[in-house]
């Protein structure tokens, strides 16, 4: 971590990589005595070679003198905006020769030439800010006044030693490797796009200056609010806390919470509002310097106060999102809008707002409007009408192709209330009809079509999709209905399946941690599947021990004694020398320190 390195074989030069925080640097040992090098200032992560040449709206590339460049570009990615830059070399370039492209793109391709020597290195700064040129260079200044790469390696070696040792694993080599790795994509985002100095480029493309130094971005909220953001809350409370202040800033001079933020910017990517379980569960979790009250009023605007992708006025007039006067994802939204809802709603118990309570909770029971005697969650339309033909085996993606559901399906999709659980067994017939039910989506195999974009639906095991996050929190229904040993079958099925460490070893997109720390949360034995609860729902371990080391200097220790691939069920499970027969332990137990141990064996327990 922190390091990168390759060979560029064909141009005979190796390649180094290192950063700080605002600020790459770039080693380059050349076999040649006069080498060059090229920067395509229009090249940028994208997805066709439309997108290549569409990225970049504006550029200005400043030659500075025969060391630096400097510049800005106006990039089109998911979100307009602007990159602001310093590259500085360690040696004077001889020349700059400009490139011809066939395609007239609006920024340049430069060659600089070299004379180095006999030395036959170079290094290279590159310095990044949102606000401007100066902020960059004083970024540059700030974070990497020097030429020594390997202090710069070992620098960023050890910030990562930090985070990945706030916890210790045993296990096998395997194990370790993709315990590990998951940290590590759990850990590279959200980013702090605020310069040294602390200003940053808002929402509103206006400058500002953060209160606490930090604003963040990258926030692929639709994913993460699910168990990324409650790892954050066990492994660094803090910066949790810097996160959720983060998105109320954004929030203010947005008008509403960041659904989907990146580079500062709102990209409106996917559906509901899910910066409200974050900010909710840091508030009932009691993160450190978050305001309450204004907390909740962004809260309850976000959710009462027409924005982009809201329909309030409709939802609140038919206890659902008719598929005909919503044009696409309307079970999905109503499903997903419940959750939020139900956020909204404890934490105006919490501060004592009995009349929101009850709205946000009736709002919360929506879902049961969605349910016809299929036992799956199926369109309605304004006059009540259920979406007919319907074929819950369809995979829609609603972006590309319209349909009620986003990324899924309605076998995916009937599952996502995990705000009332009791409440969706209770709607589709008791304990064992929903067992036998939730049996069937795991055998089930597709017999529609696809529609649209669906290539994040992965991970498949019958109807189950683990790739994609509705997905996520499926398996422990089981437990939640005392069948936890169908919870531990289907835990090392997946793990066994889709978490290898192979760089093709993963089902799907990582989506900026979610899927990794799904992973980590099911190895340690326990899952989020209501996030604001602040209770986990008991699983299978997957690692013999770990443990975390908590931020108020206590430790948490998971024990699986007699683990092995045959002893995959949970016999006892004990907190502190308690036995928990309910199946579930709580953030504050956590946080409290202590052991949990798992007696492990071969034999079903039901």
Known sequence: ??????????????????????????????????????????????????????????????????????????????????????????????????????????????????????????????????VSVEGAKANLQSELPHWNFNKVRKAAEKSWRDYLSLVKVTG????????????????IQPNNIADVDG?????????????????YSTFSLWDTYRAAHPMYAILCPDK????????????????????????GKESFCMIGNHAVPVVVEACLKGLPGIDLEKAYQLVRKSLTEEHHYSEWNIYDQYGYLPFDLIGKESVSKTLEFGYDDYCAALLARKLGKQEDYEFFMKRASYYKNLDPATKLMRGKDSKGKWRTPFNPFLLSH???????????????????????????????GGKEAFAAHLD?????????ENSGFVSDVTGLIGQYAHGN????????????????????????????????????????????????????????????VNPVSGEYVIGSPQLPEATIRLANG?????????????????????????????????????????????????????
């Open 1 to 130: 971590p922190g390091y990168y390195a390759v060979t560029l074989d064909q141009n005979s030069v190796n390649v180094e990589l290192t950063a700080t925080p605002h600020v790459a640097m770039h080693h380059y040992s050349f076999e040649r005595e006069k080498p060059k090098v090229f920067i395509d200032f229009q090249s940028g992560c994208v997805s066709s070679e439309r997108d290549y040449h569409n990225r970049v709206l504006a550029s200005e590339v400043q030659i500075e003198d025969n060391r630096t460049i400097s510049g800005h570009s106006r990039v089109k990615a998911w979100v307009e905006r602007d990159l602001f830059y310093v590259i500085e070399f360690d040696r004077p370039f001889m020349y700059v020769e400009d490139l011809q492209d066939t395609i007239a793109n609006n920024a340049p391709k430069k060659l600089f030439h070299f004379d180095l020597g006999k030395k036959k290195d170079l290094n290279v700064k590159v310095a990044i800010s949102t």
């Open 172 to 187: 096998t080599e395997d194990q370790k490797r993709n315990f590990y790795t998951s940290m590590y994509h759990l850990f």
């Open 199 to 215: 200003k940053y480029r808002g929402p509103d493309d206006s400058v500002y200056t953060s209160a606490t130094g930090k604003y």
């Open 240 to 263: 949790a806390a810097e996160m959720v202040n983060t998105m109320m800033e954004h929030a203010e001079v947005q008008g509403y919470l960041p659904i989907w933020a990146l580079w």
């Open 398 to 428: 609603a972006a590309t192709a319209g349909g009620d559901y986003t990324e899924g399906n309605a076998w995916q999709y009937s599952w996502h209330v995990q705000q009332d659980v009791y409440g969706l067994v209770e709607l589709m």
């Open 440 to 448: 069937s989506l795991f055998t089930l195999e597709t017999k529609a």
């Open 469 to 528: 996050e509705p997905s996520h929190h499926v398996i422990y229904l089981y437990s939640m209905i005392g069948k936890n040993y169908r919870t531990a079958e289907l835990v090392r099925e997946i793990v066994d399946k889709f978490y290898q460490p192979r760089p093709d070893g993963l089902c799907g997109n990582d989506d900026c941690g979610q899927m990794s720390a799904w992973y980590m949360f099911t190895a340690l034995g326990f899952y989020p």
């Open 554 to 606: 206590k430790t948490f220790t998971m024990m699986a004694e007699n683990l092995s691939a045959e002893n995959k069920y949970v016999k006892t499970v004990w907190l502190n020398d308690q036995e928990i027969t309910d199946y579930k332990i709580t953030y504050s137990q956590l946080m409290e320190g202590g052991i949990l141990k798992f007696e492990m064996t071969d034999k079903v327990i039901e």
